[in-house]
Protein backbone atom coordinates (compact mmCIF):
# COMPACT_ATOMS: atom_id res chain seq x y z
CA UNK A 1 0.00 0.00 0.00
CA UNK A 2 1.75 2.99 -0.96
CA UNK A 3 2.11 5.99 1.57
CA UNK A 4 1.92 8.82 -1.21
CA UNK A 5 -1.24 11.16 -0.41
CA UNK A 6 -2.82 11.69 -4.15
CA UNK A 7 -2.35 14.87 -5.97
CA UNK A 8 -5.96 16.25 -7.58
CA UNK A 9 -5.26 19.46 -9.41
CA UNK A 10 -7.09 21.69 -11.66
CA UNK A 11 -5.63 22.88 -14.35
CA UNK A 12 -7.78 25.78 -15.51
CA UNK A 13 -5.70 26.83 -18.64
CA UNK A 14 -6.51 30.22 -20.26
CA UNK A 15 -9.77 30.21 -18.68
CA UNK A 16 -11.36 32.31 -15.92
CA UNK A 17 -10.70 36.12 -14.86
CA UNK A 18 -10.01 36.87 -11.72
CA UNK A 19 -12.96 37.64 -10.59
CA UNK A 20 -14.78 34.54 -11.78
CA UNK A 21 -11.81 32.26 -10.36
CA UNK A 22 -12.80 33.98 -6.88
CA UNK A 23 -16.60 32.44 -7.03
CA UNK A 24 -14.81 29.35 -8.70
CA UNK A 25 -12.58 28.31 -5.72
CA UNK A 26 -15.46 29.88 -3.34
CA UNK A 27 -17.56 26.89 -4.55
CA UNK A 28 -14.93 24.18 -4.51
CA UNK A 29 -13.98 25.42 -0.80
CA UNK A 30 -17.95 25.24 0.38
CA UNK A 31 -18.00 21.85 -1.57
CA UNK A 32 -14.90 20.31 -0.38
CA UNK A 33 -15.21 19.10 3.16
CA UNK A 34 -12.48 19.15 5.63
CA UNK A 35 -12.67 14.67 5.57
CA UNK A 36 -11.49 15.18 1.16
CA UNK A 37 -8.51 16.99 2.87
CA UNK A 38 -7.64 13.60 4.83
CA UNK A 39 -7.55 11.84 1.61
CA UNK A 40 -6.18 13.65 -1.09
CA UNK A 41 -4.51 16.98 -1.66
CA UNK A 42 -6.28 19.14 -4.07
CA UNK A 43 -4.79 22.03 -6.01
CA UNK A 44 -5.58 24.57 -8.67
CA UNK A 45 -3.26 25.88 -11.68
CA UNK A 46 -5.07 28.94 -12.36
CA UNK A 47 -3.58 31.79 -14.75
CA UNK A 48 -1.00 34.00 -13.99
CA UNK A 49 -3.66 36.84 -13.83
CA UNK A 50 -5.51 35.05 -10.82
CA UNK A 51 -3.44 34.07 -8.57
CA UNK A 52 -2.98 36.91 -6.30
CA UNK A 53 -6.71 36.81 -6.23
CA UNK A 54 -6.43 33.10 -5.55
CA UNK A 55 -4.29 33.84 -2.64
CA UNK A 56 -6.38 36.79 -0.65
CA UNK A 57 -9.11 33.84 -0.44
CA UNK A 58 -7.14 31.03 0.32
CA UNK A 59 -4.78 32.94 3.35
CA UNK A 60 -7.87 34.97 4.22
CA UNK A 61 -10.25 31.98 4.77
CA UNK A 62 -7.59 29.34 5.53
CA UNK A 63 -8.77 26.94 2.94
CA UNK A 64 -7.17 23.63 2.08
CA UNK A 65 -6.67 24.31 -1.14
CA UNK A 66 -3.39 24.43 -2.79
CA UNK A 67 -2.44 26.79 -5.61
CA UNK A 68 0.06 27.18 -8.15
CA UNK A 69 0.82 28.61 -11.92
CA UNK A 70 0.77 27.08 -14.57
CA UNK A 71 4.30 27.75 -16.00
CA UNK A 72 7.66 29.57 -14.78
CA UNK A 73 10.30 31.48 -16.07
CA UNK A 74 13.53 29.72 -16.26
CA UNK A 75 15.29 33.35 -15.31
CA UNK A 76 14.87 34.90 -11.64
CA UNK A 77 14.54 38.70 -13.64
CA UNK A 78 15.31 40.80 -16.28
CA UNK A 79 14.23 41.65 -19.87
CA UNK A 80 12.51 38.60 -20.17
CA UNK A 81 8.72 40.58 -21.33
CA UNK A 82 5.78 38.72 -20.96
CA UNK A 83 7.39 35.99 -18.31
CA UNK A 84 6.55 35.66 -14.66
CA UNK A 85 9.43 34.95 -12.22
CA UNK A 86 9.76 32.22 -9.74
CA UNK A 87 10.23 34.86 -6.84
CA UNK A 88 7.26 36.67 -8.11
CA UNK A 89 5.56 33.08 -7.88
CA UNK A 90 6.96 32.54 -4.34
CA UNK A 91 5.83 35.14 -3.08
CA UNK A 92 2.26 34.83 -3.96
CA UNK A 93 3.07 31.67 -2.21
CA UNK A 94 2.51 29.51 -4.83
CA UNK A 95 3.14 25.71 -3.92
CA UNK A 96 3.11 24.21 -7.08
CA UNK A 97 3.86 25.41 -10.72
CA UNK A 98 3.46 22.91 -13.96
CA UNK A 99 6.52 22.59 -15.87
CA UNK A 100 6.32 21.67 -19.95
CA UNK A 101 2.64 21.24 -20.31
CA UNK A 102 2.28 19.95 -23.80
CA UNK A 103 0.18 23.00 -24.65
CA UNK A 104 3.92 25.09 -23.77
CA UNK A 105 5.83 22.11 -25.34
CA UNK A 106 3.41 22.73 -28.71
CA UNK A 107 3.14 26.37 -28.97
CA UNK A 108 5.94 27.47 -27.16
CA UNK A 109 8.34 25.07 -28.44
CA UNK A 110 9.97 24.34 -25.06
CA UNK A 111 12.29 21.74 -25.35
CA UNK A 112 13.47 19.53 -22.36
CA UNK A 113 16.54 21.70 -21.88
CA UNK A 114 13.87 24.40 -21.03
CA UNK A 115 11.74 22.47 -18.66
CA UNK A 116 14.58 20.99 -16.98
CA UNK A 117 16.12 24.92 -16.32
CA UNK A 118 12.46 25.23 -15.46
CA UNK A 119 12.06 22.65 -12.76
CA UNK A 120 15.42 23.61 -11.40
CA UNK A 121 13.76 27.60 -11.22
CA UNK A 122 11.01 26.12 -9.33
CA UNK A 123 12.62 24.12 -6.67
CA UNK A 124 14.95 27.29 -6.36
CA UNK A 125 12.44 29.31 -5.32
CA UNK A 126 10.76 26.41 -2.82
CA UNK A 127 8.14 25.76 -5.91
CA UNK A 128 6.94 22.31 -6.49
CA UNK A 129 7.29 21.39 -10.13
CA UNK A 130 4.32 19.37 -11.73
CA UNK A 131 6.50 17.81 -14.56
CA UNK A 132 4.30 17.26 -17.37
CA UNK A 133 5.80 14.82 -20.03
CA UNK A 134 4.01 12.15 -22.66
CA UNK A 135 4.06 11.08 -25.76
CA UNK A 136 1.98 12.34 -29.49
CA UNK A 137 -0.15 10.09 -31.11
CA UNK A 138 2.23 9.00 -33.58
CA UNK A 139 4.81 8.05 -31.04
CA UNK A 140 2.28 5.95 -29.06
CA UNK A 141 1.52 4.22 -32.25
CA UNK A 142 4.97 3.35 -33.41
CA UNK A 143 5.39 2.06 -29.75
CA UNK A 144 7.43 4.26 -28.45
CA UNK A 145 5.13 5.63 -25.52
CA UNK A 146 7.13 4.40 -22.99
CA UNK A 147 11.01 5.34 -24.31
CA UNK A 148 9.71 9.31 -25.38
CA UNK A 149 8.24 9.84 -21.82
CA UNK A 150 10.92 8.63 -20.17
CA UNK A 151 13.68 10.50 -21.98
CA UNK A 152 11.06 13.69 -20.98
CA UNK A 153 11.59 12.59 -17.39
CA UNK A 154 15.22 11.88 -17.72
CA UNK A 155 15.96 15.37 -19.52
CA UNK A 156 13.55 17.60 -17.47
CA UNK A 157 15.80 15.96 -14.28
CA UNK A 158 18.84 16.66 -15.56
CA UNK A 159 21.28 17.68 -12.84
CA UNK A 160 18.37 18.35 -10.21
CA UNK A 161 20.22 16.60 -6.66
CA UNK A 162 18.21 14.06 -5.25
CA UNK A 163 16.87 16.51 -2.35
CA UNK A 164 14.77 18.50 -4.56
CA UNK A 165 13.69 15.79 -7.20
CA UNK A 166 12.16 13.42 -4.09
CA UNK A 167 9.17 16.37 -4.14
CA UNK A 168 8.98 16.59 -7.73
CA UNK A 169 5.63 15.27 -8.75
CA UNK A 170 5.15 14.29 -12.45
CA UNK A 171 2.26 14.22 -14.58
CA UNK A 172 2.01 11.34 -17.38
CA UNK A 173 -0.23 13.81 -19.88
CA UNK A 174 -0.49 11.34 -23.58
CA UNK A 175 -0.77 14.38 -25.82
CA UNK A 176 -3.44 13.00 -27.74
CA UNK A 177 -5.87 12.43 -24.89
CA UNK A 178 -5.43 16.61 -23.59
CA UNK A 179 -8.72 18.03 -24.55
CA UNK A 180 -9.54 15.44 -26.45
CA UNK A 181 -12.00 13.24 -24.56
CA UNK A 182 -10.48 10.09 -25.34
CA UNK A 183 -8.50 9.06 -22.43
CA UNK A 184 -5.87 6.23 -22.25
CA UNK A 185 -6.79 3.05 -20.96
CA UNK A 186 -5.94 2.82 -17.51
CA UNK A 187 -3.76 -0.24 -18.08
CA UNK A 188 -1.76 1.79 -20.78
CA UNK A 189 -1.30 4.62 -18.15
CA UNK A 190 -0.43 2.72 -15.26
CA UNK A 191 2.46 0.71 -17.96
CA UNK A 192 3.68 4.27 -18.81
CA UNK A 193 3.74 5.50 -15.02
CA UNK A 194 5.31 2.18 -13.74
CA UNK A 195 8.05 3.13 -15.80
CA UNK A 196 8.31 6.41 -14.50
CA UNK A 197 8.98 4.89 -11.65
CA UNK A 198 11.29 2.73 -12.96
CA UNK A 199 13.34 5.42 -14.50
CA UNK A 200 13.31 7.70 -11.26
CA UNK A 201 14.66 4.63 -9.27
CA UNK A 202 17.42 4.21 -12.13
CA UNK A 203 18.65 8.20 -11.98
CA UNK A 204 18.18 8.31 -8.28
CA UNK A 205 17.29 5.42 -5.70
CA UNK A 206 14.10 2.96 -5.34
CA UNK A 207 13.34 4.51 -2.06
CA UNK A 208 13.32 8.23 -3.55
CA UNK A 209 11.36 7.05 -6.69
CA UNK A 210 8.57 5.16 -4.34
CA UNK A 211 8.07 8.47 -2.47
CA UNK A 212 7.22 10.53 -6.17
CA UNK A 213 3.73 11.29 -6.95
CA UNK A 214 3.07 10.34 -10.81
CA UNK A 215 -0.01 11.90 -11.71
CA UNK A 216 -2.47 10.96 -14.98
CA UNK A 217 -3.66 13.73 -16.84
CA UNK A 218 -5.74 13.52 -20.82
CA UNK A 219 -9.41 13.88 -20.35
CA UNK A 220 -10.26 12.65 -16.59
CA UNK A 221 -13.88 12.90 -15.68
CA UNK A 222 -16.18 11.33 -12.84
CA UNK A 223 -16.68 8.43 -14.88
CA UNK A 224 -12.86 7.19 -15.45
CA UNK A 225 -11.39 8.79 -12.93
CA UNK A 226 -11.93 5.89 -10.24
CA UNK A 227 -10.17 3.22 -12.48
CA UNK A 228 -7.11 5.36 -13.67
CA UNK A 229 -6.79 5.90 -9.63
CA UNK A 230 -6.87 1.97 -8.62
CA UNK A 231 -3.65 1.68 -10.52
CA UNK A 232 -0.50 1.42 -8.15
CA UNK A 233 1.67 4.15 -9.78
CA UNK A 234 -0.75 6.76 -10.25
CA UNK A 235 -0.84 8.62 -7.33
CA UNK A 236 -3.67 11.62 -8.67
CA UNK A 237 -4.47 13.50 -11.73
CA UNK A 238 -3.78 16.52 -13.72
CA UNK A 239 -7.15 17.71 -14.72
CA UNK A 240 -8.10 20.00 -17.41
CA UNK A 241 -11.78 20.58 -18.63
CA UNK A 242 -13.37 18.91 -15.58
CA UNK A 243 -11.43 20.76 -13.46
CA UNK A 244 -13.81 24.15 -14.65
CA UNK A 245 -17.19 22.42 -13.86
CA UNK A 246 -17.00 22.56 -9.51
CA UNK A 247 -19.54 19.91 -9.40
CA UNK A 248 -17.40 17.54 -11.75
CA UNK A 249 -14.31 18.67 -10.04
CA UNK A 250 -15.80 17.28 -6.53
CA UNK A 251 -16.46 14.72 -7.95
CA UNK A 252 -13.22 13.70 -9.30
CA UNK A 253 -11.61 14.19 -5.90
CA UNK A 254 -14.02 12.12 -4.26
CA UNK A 255 -12.90 9.41 -6.78
CA UNK A 256 -13.42 6.28 -4.44
CA UNK A 257 -17.10 7.03 -3.58
C1 LIG B 1 -4.50 19.24 -19.00
O1 LIG B 1 -4.72 20.37 -19.37
O2 LIG B 1 -3.45 18.99 -18.36
C2 LIG B 1 -5.47 18.20 -19.28
C3 LIG B 1 -5.22 16.98 -18.89
O3 LIG B 1 -6.60 18.58 -19.95
P1 LIG B 1 -7.97 17.73 -20.12
O4 LIG B 1 -8.29 17.14 -18.76
O5 LIG B 1 -8.98 18.72 -20.57
O6 LIG B 1 -7.70 16.65 -21.11
Known sequence: MSTRTPLMAGNWKM????????????????????????????????????????????????LKIKYGAQDISAHDSGAYTGEISGPMLSKLKCTYV?????????????????????????????ITPILCVGEELEVREAGNAVA??????????????????????????????IGTGKVCGADDAQQVCAAIRGKLAELYTQELADRVRIQYGGSVKSGNVAEIMAKPDIDGALVGGASLDTDEFVKIVRFTE
Open 15 to 62: NLNHLEAIAHVQKLAFALADKDYETVEVAVLPPFTDLRSVQTLVDGDK
Open 148 to 177: HTLAQVEGGLKDVPAEQAESIVIAYEPVWA
Open 98 to 126: AVGHSERRQYHKETDEVCNAKVKAAFKHG
